[in-house]
């Protein structure tokens, strides 16, 4: 395999996660300044969240209701993430199933050493050999960017700010309020909200890139772009004939899915993905590269 760093993906990384850094200093500045009740709350989330950091693995994997599987349960399976582990030079990661129908992969973990590779079985159902190595080629370059945690750190911020916006007016008045009133609550509810939308938006500008990043990886590892591009096509068209019940209990998972589940105008604005369209182009364009490399 013949990987290249994507000097891209981390310096966009790094620029996320230090306005990210910025903005949070800033906004535990100004919740200081406010009321001192708040302050508390936000140490209290940022213990809870940095613990939650450590076992964000397994608590993806609940909120899919997928377990680990044994190589006894899914031997091709586990054989095909063994040697796409081995060609992207990583330790081989936990090999996870979720029992739905909506076809559908990702990545999770704190580090390369720490790292769980989970499909469904709708997934598994529905994708051909070359496909489903180009999926997990995929989720491997998610991995083996480092971009799984980053992506999981950034949230959590984001997750304080909504944290203080929904509940900010039950828990604000017990603190001093320098401002008089329930003016300190009212500029601690309106910075919560600034917080909240600049690290939504960060968050889905870098998540949006990441994906072009892994496609780009994956194809590194497998050396099949076509598969990979085949893979996408069929997971966005098999989505459409998913009851729409199974796609709403799982779409919180939108940001580490392969594919992510959306539609509409407010879902294409925010999207966490690029089009399946631009990506199977892009895909296409590393194929004729490569054809005539």
Not at 8 to 16: A, D, Q
Not at 206 to 218: F, I, V
Request: glycine fraction near 8%.
């Amino acid at each position: 395999m013949e990987w290249k760093t994507d000097w891209g993906l981390r310096g966009r990384m790094f620029f996320t996660m230090f306005l990210l850094a910025a903005l949070y200093i800033a906004f535990l500045g100004v919740l200081l300044w406010t009321n001192q009740s708040f302050v508390l709350i936000v140490g209290f989330m940022s213990v809870f969240l940095i613990a939650q950091f450590f076992f964000s693995d397994k608590l993806a994997l609940r909120s899919m209701g997928a377990r680990e599987v044994s190589e006894e349960e899914y031997p091709e399976l586990h054989r095909m993430v063994g040697r796409l582990s081995q060609q992207a030079d990583l330790p081989k990661p936990t090999v996870a199933v979720a029992d739905t129908q909506t076809p559908n992969a990702f990545a999770t973990g704190r580090s390369q050493k720490n790292a769980t590779v989970a499909v469904t079985t709708g997934l598994l159902g529905t994708l051909d050999e070359d496909e489903l190595e180009g999926v997990m080629a995929h989720e491997l370059a998610h991995v083996k960017n480092r971009d799984v945690a980053v992506m999981t750190i950034a949230s959590f911020l984001a997750t304080i700010a909504m944290f203080i916006l929904r509940w900010g007016f039950l828990f604000g008045g017990g603190g001093r309020d320098r401002q008089g009133g329930g003016a300190g609550i009212i500029v601690a509810i309106v910075a919560s909200l600034v917080v909240w939308i600049v690290s939504f938006l960060l968050i889905r500008a870098l998540s949006r890139y990441r994906e072009y990043a892994a496609d780009r990886g994956g194809a590194a590892i497998t050396g099949k772009p076509a598969a990979l591009a085949s893979a996408l096509m069929t997971i966005d068209n098999r989505m459409d004939r998913v009851p729409k019940e199974d796609l709403r209990e799982q779409s919180e998972m939108n940001a580490f899915f392969i594919v992510p589940i959306s539609s509409g105008v407010i879902a294409n604005l925010f999207r966490t993905h690029p089009t399946t369209e631009r990506r199977v182009e892009r895909l296409q364009e590393l194929a004729g590269e490569m054809e005539t490399a």
